[in-house]
């Protein structure tokens, strides 16, 4: 079976690539089968790999994600139709059954074609001038049964030798250009019905009672929106955020969805603040794929706003915050009208109430645009 990846959206907007037999790595190091230019991509972010039982796409470790069909997945097996997220750049599947080839699958040059025709031509003129000018039989003494008549055929038309010859100048699509029209037509069709069900949500039905299940949320209070785009930086920050690394852990039956955020600070010189100023405040972020809306999290984050313990001079101090989706509240969220699933994070250092640096991934979460 023969696979091509058609790009709905992303840098490469329009363009189709096929799965080689040899595995296809995605992302954006200059070594990648796949070359993405997406600032959302790791260096080496996905993998396509041909299996005995089909084509799988599987997520290499990165701090970004796999969605397939709007689902986050570590390893998925890949069919005709579905859809595949890396970064901002979206691709449709299409597996494409290799046809059986003619044996003579080449098409005939108009040249050699009107020659063909000429020859074809010439050989019935010949023909016909022969009759026309063979000499008379002699005169024989012997009376003989006059033989019939003989009815030549009457010549061909020039005009309508003329009225074929153009049309030897468009030769007929062959069997490969048919089909890729029909697989060209197939890929506007997906495209349409992901577009018709991104904007039509399901009909919204009585929700299960949520009093049994504790949610604990980082500003319950908070409205359900996206973040602020600016909040004032201090012109000179005293800490600033080094690093931050995003681990997921394998689901268990606990819960759906459990991910590590390992947040690294420093302080800019070696006179720091004392730590009991410095706060940390994180937030995670939800998108809803019926709507596109991005908004604050109802998984459970109970380390939302933590402080970090004594400095030891310039010396990096890691704090970790975790995100948990507790089983079964993805499934409440869809009886609600929502399908949410993990967008991204922001962190925030504060010294006292100067907002001192902030680390958001992806970028796009400051527009509050999926």
Not at 55 to 72: P, Q, T, W, Y
Not at 118 to 137: E, K, N, Q
Not at 335 to 341: I, N, R, S, T, V
Request: net charge positive; charged share 20%; proline share 11%.
């Amino acid at each position: 079976m023969l696979y091509r990846l058609h790009i709905l959206t992303g840098p490469l907007l329009g363009q189709q690539i096929t799965v080689e037999p040899a595995p296809m790595t995605a992302g954006q190091a200059a070594d990648c089968n796949i070359l993405i230019p997406d600032p959302e991509l790791a260096q080496h972010h996905a993998i396509f790999e041909h299996r005995d039982d089909g084509l799988f796409v599987r997520d290499l470790g990165a701090m970004g994600r796999v969605l397939v069909n709007r689902r986050e997945t570590h390893s998925a097996k890949l069919k005709h139709g579905d859809t595949v997220e890396l970064g901002r750049t979206r691709l449709l599947v299409q597996a494409v059954v290799q046809a059986e080839q003619p044996a003579y699958s080449g098409r005939s040059h108009p040249r050699h074609t009107r020659r063909l025709l000429l020859l074809l031509l010439l050989l019935v003129v010949s023909v016909m001038a022969f009759w026309l000018i063979r000499p008379a039989p002699p005169p024989s003494t012997t009376k003989m049964a006059r033989p019939p008549a003989l009815r030549m055929p009457k010549p061909m038309p020039l005009l309508t030798t003329n009225l074929l010859l153009p049309a030897l100048d468009h030769p007929s699509p062959s069997a490969e250009d048919l089909r890729r029209m029909h697989e060209e037509i197939a890929a506007v069709r997906e495209a349409i019905k992901l577009l018709a069900a991104r904007t039509q949500a399901p009909p919204r039905t009585a929700s299960a009672p949520l009093s049994a299940v504790v949610i604990i949320t980082n500003h319950p209070a908070a409205p359900r929106q996206a973040p602020p785009q600016h909040e004032p930086i201090a012109a000179h920050p005293v800490m600033r955020i080094v690093a931050v690394e995003q681990q997921r852990l394998p689901d268990r039956a606990e819960f759906d969805d459990m991910r590590l955020l390992h947040i690294s600070l420093v302080p800019v010189s070696s006179n720091a603040p004392p730590p009991a100023t410095v706060t940390v405040k994180t937030e995670f972020f939800d998108e809803d794929d019926y709507t596109g809306r991005i908004a604050p999290t109802e998984a459970l984050c109970p380390r939302g706003v933590i402080h970090p313990e004594a400095w030891q001079g310039t010396t990096p101090v890691t704090l970790t915050v975790s995100y948990t989706v507790p089983a079964g509240l993805r499934d409440r969220q869809l009886l609600g009208g929502h399908k949410f699933h993990y967008r991204g994070y922001r962190v925030r250092l504060y010294v006292g109430a100067q907002l001192q640096a902030v680390e958001v991934h992806p970028r796009s979460l400051l527009e509050g645009t999926p």
